[in-house]
């Protein structure tokens, strides 16, 4: 992972925040999993590795 440590973070009003640096998305948390496989996605497209860091940081934020 980069010096940039991915943030993710469920909001008061039932969003998912992920962030990295200036960079950010905000989503129903009902569609994280969607996110995941969207950011796996665009790294087999564009082979940036930041792609995968934010696919497993989605998955790994705790129930």
């Known amino acids: ?3 940039e440590k991915i943030k ?3 909001l008061e009003n039932g969003r998912v925040s992920v962030r990295k640096g200036t960079w950010s998305d ?3 948390e009902d569609r994280r999993e ?3 496989a969207w950011y796996e996605r665009m790294h087999v497209e564009y082979s ?7 696919a497993k ?5 705790p129930e």
Do not use: H, K, N
């Open 34 to 36: 969607q996110w995941a």
């Open 26 to 28: 905000v989503f129903p």
């Open 48 to 54: 940036y590795l930041g792609y995968l860091d934010m």
């Open 1 to 3: 992972m980069s010096a």
């Open 57 to 61: 940081a989605l998955r790994d934020l």
């Open 8 to 10: 993710v973070e469920r």
